[in-house]
């Protein structure tokens, strides 16, 4: 093989028949328009879910609000969480590829079931207002509750496999040690949030709209329809896929052994000189096609995972001596820890508008025209409509000119991108509790504490939550995608899938967070008020979900000032060694 052969193979990839992958046949921004469009089919399958779900188990399911913000939040937590479960099923045994095709069709499978159960009568309890005073609805239970939560919880696993993996998939059509397509690789990922804001903005109006006024069987059937055009759209796309090698080991396991051996080596000495540290030799490196990190002074103490004492046997146990690549891989995955633990804030703030303003619209007026009322769970098009307009003039217009001004590849650093959105998050919830004060005094105004929602609306505009998804939406666009790049691009190459499976796992927390939450202020408030609690029973207009809006905005402003000691110290990886010009070099 001469050596302009060689240049353009993708070490590690493959193509759909096994081949090494070429850089002038796969990959690259064509190849990366089908997962984009993947994407956009899985968001507007699903984001309906996630804002009218709440809804769907108020006024069908017969289940109270906070139940079912609880039920809606702890789906979602579980749709994210299953999302570590699944990268690592993809990075070390499945492929991502595979994952992301078993995902879409469970993910099919329960959209199918709950389209079946919101259909049949016979599925679901009999119809009734559960906001009137007098009602004594039947609460959805036995076979029937089974089969709704078999259904959306299908959805969760589904859906944490396409999260898992199809970020990742998208990004391994970039090299990052090429310069032109490590800038391809950042539009890439504003690409996933312009993908994700067009399939919310679809979801948003046209799903949730039929779901409220067409019925939920129609709204969940378009859902079915979306998820089975978004697999058929990523399978077209194999042809031209670089596609993951699957190594067929564990990389969490690699992690777990640095700490294992740490500890079991802990009284061990370490050597002044780090060279003296196990590495396996770089030609054989070559040969294996392993990563190479050079040694970093941090973290000092996880060394130890990788001292050769001289009562070291010929082939040690992996849990007792460690490569000195393997204990970096294991440092940098504990320095990323803090500012995954600073993202899950966010995510409790974002609970909260897919859930409890939600609530607060259908007891507003939402009418657009005379003729036409728009869906309460369509207020979040708000800031999916600025996103739209936001990412192409970040990508083409502030990208490009700060990065002449800072050298750095996408302008500003991940980091930063991901600080300006945490102090917008605490931002949006202050904005929530003005907007729910002012929601409230006009209820009290007109003595109105008692309307029933929807059959009597407050006379004011739903509109006036739109300030508090507005800020929330520019929040999002910055941390979002700041998240992702930085988790992918810090984690070793073995982990991808996890690494973007951090984001999801930070919002998965956050989400149980926001249940438990909810049932903690409840606990702890019911005795200062007259009811249950802030956010107890079906009446908003004598709750106190404004104090709860801004016990928020206080906690995401206390998690910004840490965020901004954590992100201080913080110190990039170093890029990989390129063995094989590493041993031409040498020769």
């Known amino acids: 093989m001469d050596l302009t052969e060689k240049d353009v193979l993708i070490e590690g990839k493959v193509d759909w028949k096994g081949r090494p992958a070429m850089k002038n046949k796969h990959g690259g921004m064509l190849a990366s328009l089908p997962v984009l469009a993947t994407f956009a089919f899985d968001n507007m399958a699903n984001l309906a879910l996630s804002v009218n779900l709440v809804t769907y188990f108020n006024g069908v399911m017969h289940y109270d609000i906070s139940d079912s913000a609880n039920h809606l939040t702890t789906f979602l937590g579980t749709n994210y969480i299953l999302s570590i479960v699944m990268a690592c099923l993809a990075d070390s045994y499945i492929g991502r590829f595979r ?33 009137l005073p007098t009602a004594n609805c039947e609460k959805v239970s036995g076979e029937k509750a089974v089969l709704m939560f078999s259904a959306i919880y299908l959805l969760a696993v589904g859906g944490g ?86 190594q067929g080991s564990s990389a969490i396991t690699e992690i777990l052994q640095v700490y294992v051996a740490a500890i079991r080596n802990r009284k061990l000495q370490l050597p ?85 303003s939600i609530q607060q619209g259908v007891t507003m007026d939402i009418k657009l025209t005379n003729s036409f009322n728009m869906p309460p769970a369509s207020l979040p098009i708000i800031p999916i409509v600025f996103i739209l307009v936001l990412v192409p003039i970040y990508d083409r217009i502030f990208v490009p000119f700060i990065r002449n001004v800072t050298g750095i590849p996408t302008g500003i650093t ?5 600080g300006v959105g945490l102090i917008l998050s605490s931002l949006s919830m202050a904005v929530a509790a003005i907007m729910e004060v002012k929601r409230k005094n006009v209820a009290k105004h007109h003595n109105m504490l008692d309307a029933i929602p929807v059959l009597q609306p407050l006379p004011i505009s739903a509109f006036w939550l739109s300030f508090q998804y507005f800020v929330f939406g520019v929040a999002e666009s910055f941390t979002f995608v700041g998240l992702l790049e930085f988790f992918y691009s810090q984690a070793p190459k073995s982990i991808k899938s996890i690494s973007s499976s951090f984001l999801w796992s930070a919002m998965a927390v956050g989400y149980f967070m926001s249940s438990i939450m909810v049932d903690i202020v409840n606990h ?46 913080y110190k990039y990886r170093p890029s990989s060694l390129d063995v094989e010009k590493e041993i031409e070099v040498r020769h």
């Open 161 to 246: 496999g396409v999260k898992a993996a199809l970020p990742s998939h998208g990004a391994d059509q970039f090299d990052e040690k090429d310069p032109k397509e490590a800038r391809q690789m950042s539009t890439f990922f504003n690409g996933l949030l312009l993908a994700l804001a067009t399939g919310g903005a679809v979801s948003l109006t046209c799903f949730v709209w039929v779901q409220d006024n067409k019925g939920f069987d129609r709204g969940f059937g378009l859902s079915f329809i979306a998820m089975f055009l978004g697999a058929t759209t990523f399978i077209f796309g194999l042809p031209w896929y670089r596609i993951h090698v699957v």
């Open 272 to 356: 002044e000189d780090p060279s003296e540290l196990y590495e396996i030799p770089i030609d054989k490196e070559a040969e294996l096609h392993q990563e190479y990190l050079p040694h970093r002074d941090v973290y000092r103490w996880l060394d130890k995972a990788a001292i050769r004492s001289d009562k070291t046997e010929t082939s040690p146990s992996p849990w007792k001596l460690c490569r000195v690549t393997q204990v970096e891989n294991a440092k940098i995955i504990l320095s990323m820890v803090p500012i995954f633990l600073c993202s899950i804030i966010m995510t409790l703030c974002l609970a909260q508008l897919q859930t409890f």
């Open 524 to 569: 702890v408030t019911k005795g200062t008020t007259k009811g249950e609690g802030w956010l107890a029973g079906n009446n908003l207009n004598r709750n106190h979900l404004e104090r709860f809006y801004w016990l928020l905005a206080l906690m995401s402003l206390i998690n910004f000032i840490i965020y901004l000691l954590v992100a201080s110290r």
């Open 414 to 418: 991940h980091l930063q991108r991901v």
């Open 99 to 131: 994952m992301v095709v078993i995902a879409a069709i469970v993910e099919c499978v329960g959209l199918a079931l709950l389209t079946a159960q919101a259909h049949y009568p016979e599925l679901k309890p009999p119809a009734c207002n559960i906001f």
